[in-house]
T-cell receptor, first 115, second 112 residues
Framework: DAGVIQSPRHEVTEMGQEVTLRCKPI?????LFWYRQTMMRGLELLIY????????DSGMPEDRFSAKMPNASFSTLKIQPSEPRDSAVYFC?????????????FGDGTRLSIL | GENVEQHPSTLSVQEGDSAVIKCTYS??????FPWYKQELGKRPQLIID?????GEKKDQRIAVTLNKTAKHFSLHITETQPEDSAVYFC???????????FGKGTHLIIQP
C-alpha cells in the first residue's frame, strides 16, 4: 500500500515567488494534516481537513499561506509571496478518522529553501 | 490550546541500557498520545501510541505509560540498540481538536 505521497521532495526558489506543495493522502483516509518543521519551532500544525473541508487553519502563520483540498486524493499548500523565513520542511499526514484516535501517517516531506 | 513539554532534549545511554523520555501536557481533555521516531532527513514514524483509557502499553522493547492525573506520559526503551539512535517526539491530541501538538523532541544517542 502506498503511503502519503508529497511532491516535490526539495524546492529551492527566490523570495517573492509562489510555491506550491502537493500531497496525496493514503487511499481511504478522510483526514489530512499539514505540518511545518523547523529547528526553532519544531513540528507545528498548520491546517487540517476532514472529508475535504478545512476544519482548523489557526496554525497558518499568515495570509500568504493557503491550502486547498479539491478532492479526497489531493491537497495543496501554497505560499505567495514566499519569504526566507518560510524555509522549513513541510509534512503532510493523513489518518483514517475525524475522531483523532487513529494514527497519523506522515509523508516524506518537502524541504523548502527560500533564498 | 494544548501545550506539550518534553524532556530531556538530549539523552545519551550505553548500548543495552534503558532510555526514558518524559512529556507533560496541559489540556486535561487530551485523549490520544502518540510517539514518533524521526531519523535524520526522514519522516516521523509512529512507534507506539496510547489512548486516555489505558495506563500502559507495551510493544516488544518499547513501552509507554500515561498518568492522567498528573498529565504526563513517558516512553521507555529497554535493551537499547544502535538503530534506536534518532529524535523521538511525543504528541498529544487535545480535546476538541484533531491535529497533534508535538513536544520539541529528544535526541537519543546510543553509545557503543
Amino acid at each position: 500500500d502506498a503511503g502519503v505521497i508529497q511532491s516535490p521532495r526539495h524546492e529551492v526558489t527566490e523570495m517573492g515567488q509562489e510555491v506550491t506543495l502537493r500531497c496525496k493522502p493514503i487511499s481511504g483516509h478522510n483526514s489530512l494534516f499539514w505540518y511545518r518543521q523547523t529547528m526553532m519551532r519544531g513540528l507545528e500544525l498548520l491546517i487540517y481537513f476532514n472529508n475535504n473541508v478545512p476544519i482548523d487553519d489557526s496554525g497558518m502563520p499568515e495570509d500568504r499561506f493557503s491550502a486547498k483540498m479539491p478532492n479526497a486524493s489531493f491537497s495543496t499548500l501554497k505560499i505567495q509571496p514566499s519569504e526566507p523565513r518560510d524555509s522549513a520542511v513541510y509534512f503532510c499526514a493523513s489518518s483514517l478518522d475525524r475522531a483523532g484516535l487513529q494514527p497519523q501517517h506522515f509523508g516524506d516531506g518537502t524541504r523548502l529553501s527560500i533564498l | 490550546g494544548e501545550n506539550v513539554e518534553q524532556h530531556p532534549s538530549t539523552l545519551s545511554v550505553q548500548e543495552g541500557d534503558s532510555a526514558v523520555i518524559k512529556c507533560t501536557y496541559s489540556d486535561s481533555a487530551s485523549n490520544y498520545f502518540p510517539w514518533y521516531k524521526q531519523e535524520l532527513g526522514k519522516r516521523p514514524q509512529l512507534i507506539i501510541d496510547i489512548r486516555s483509557n489505558v495506563g500502559e502499553k507495551k510493544d516488544q522493547r518499547i513501552a509507554v505509560t500515561l498518568n492522567k492525573t498528573a498529565k504526563h506520559f513517558s516512553l521507555h526503551i529497554t535493551e537499547t540498540q544502535p538503530e534506536d539512535s534518532a529524535v523521538y517526539f511525543c504528541a498529544a491530541r487535545g480535546g476538541g481538536a484533531d491535529g497533534l501538538t508535538f513536544g520539541k523532541g529528544t535526541h537519543l544517542i546510543i553509545q557503543p
